[in-house]
């Protein structure tokens, strides 16, 4: 693992095991992730879950959440490292690791209940048409678009990296679905995407309440735009799968960086077309934890000594070289929890030690970006 995964992941076992048994909480990661926070190879995941039988009343209950759905991209062993890792940092969890690989089936049955509703069946539970008439009704619909199709129809959004999706399969459905039908029919390559409201529409805007950022409010046919939940080469994308887990698994509180703030709207925007569609409601936590409101806290980023997002392949600091170099838990615990604004200076010391009193308050105080030098040495690990 990255420091950058370490920051995020000790945000997320704080959060949870301070924030007492009814909330539940989670870090990880997946095609999203932007450099700081990159998974190795997208396969690690920390989630939190209430458990209301812990004798002390105020310990959530930690879930590890092994996400390799994006199998092209998955190193053998790595979840092996993930959890040695995480023993040797003192990040607990508890029961047996979840791997998204493994749950396939679950995916296609939500991605079939998707299917199962329209853009109409959808607004109806917010009591407003969500579509016009010269919309498709569509909520799933297939995208013949490559990559290059869309860099060349968009630009990106400033700040993230963001490229949104200009609406081109979605108007053709709409416009000519007889050619549609007859390129599905030939077996043309595509991949799926889920409808966005159109503007104006109650649930076109989305507000997410984050501990660290404030409320932040994106419109999804500006700001998102329509979204791949299933890619042409036939993988489930991180979006689906990581909303399908959290609402499955009750999981109610987000650590991440603050590149996927948008992916926090997006990710409401699909939980609660699931629950339309009446997938969910019946899962272990039941009606009430499917419909809890859920908690974010999205970190800063962190930044190499140029300027740039720390990225994985600066293996200075990762945490195979730092062990190897002599550099202990404690001290790699101590410096992220600087980095999480915990601590006045990066003072070794035990994840435990910081449980008492834990707030976002310092990080909402000062949420700039952070900067990490090159060598990892000179700043006391």
């Given amino acids: 693992m990255h420091i950058g995964n370490v920051y995020a992941m000790l945000g997320a076992w704080l959060s949870a095991r301070a924030g007492g048994p009814e909330r539940t909480s989670r870090t990880g990661g ?11 190879n997208r396969v690690d995941g920390m ?3 209430a458990d209301p039988g ?9 879930l590890l959440r092994i996400e390799d759905i994006d199998t092209p991209r998955v190193l053998p062993d790595a979840d092996r490292w993930i959890m040695d890792d995480l023993a040797w940092l003192g990040l607990d969890w508890d029961g047996e690791p979840v791997y998204q690989s493994r749950r396939l089936d679950i995916y296609e049955q939500a991605l079939r209940a998707l299917q199962g509703i329209d853009l109409r069946d959808a607004a109806a539970f917010g009591g ?20 290059a199709d869309i860099r060349a129809a968009s630009a990106p959004q400033e700040g993230d990296r963001f490229v949104m999706y200009p609406g081109t399969c979605r108007r053709a459905l709409a416009e000519h679905p007889r050619q549609v039908e007859q390129r599905l029919a030939n077996g043309d390559r595509h991949s799926l995407r889920i409808a966005m409201p159109v503007a104006g529409d109650a649930r076109a805007a989305v507000t997410v309440h984050d501990r660290v950022f404030g409320n932040c409010r994106f419109d999804l046919p500006r700001d998102l735009g329509d979204t791949v ?3 042409a080469d036939g993988l489930f994308a991180y979006q689906l799968v990581v909303t399908v887990d959290d609402l499955l698994m009750g999981v109610d509180d987000i650590v991440r960086g603050r590149d996927l703030l948008r992916s926090a709207a997006l990710q409401l925007y699909i939980r609660e077309r699931l629950l339309d569609a009446g997938f969910g409601d019946s899962s272990d936590g039941g009606v009430a934890a499917a419909h809890r409101d ?18 994985k392949r600066e293996r200075s600091l990762d945490m195979g070289t730092l062990r190897k170099h002599g550099v202990t838990a ?4 101590g410096y992220c929890a600087w980095l999480l604004g915990l601590q006045q200076e990066p003072e070794p010391c035990a994840a435990a030690d910081l449980l008492h009193g834990f707030s976002w308050d310092a990080l909402a105080a000062d949420s700039q970006d952070r900067s990490i ?8 690990l």
């Fill in 30 to 40: 997946g095609a999203g992730d932007a450099d700081c926070l990159n998974n190795v």
């Fill in 47 to 49: 989630s939190g879950a």
């Fill in 54 to 62: 812990d004798a002390d009343g105020g310990r959530g209950r930690m």
């Fill in 128 to 147: 407003r048409d969500g579509v016009d008439g010269t919309e498709t009704t569509a909520l799933i619909y297939p995208c013949f678009c490559s990559r």
């Fill in 229 to 231: 939940v299933r890619r």
């Fill in 294 to 311: 859920i908690r974010f806290a999205h970190l800063p980023l962190i930044d190499n000594a140029a300027g740039r997002r720390l990225a």
């Fill in 330 to 333: 404690h001290r790699v615990i």
């Fill in 373 to 380: 030098p090159d060598d990892p040495f000179s700043i006391g």
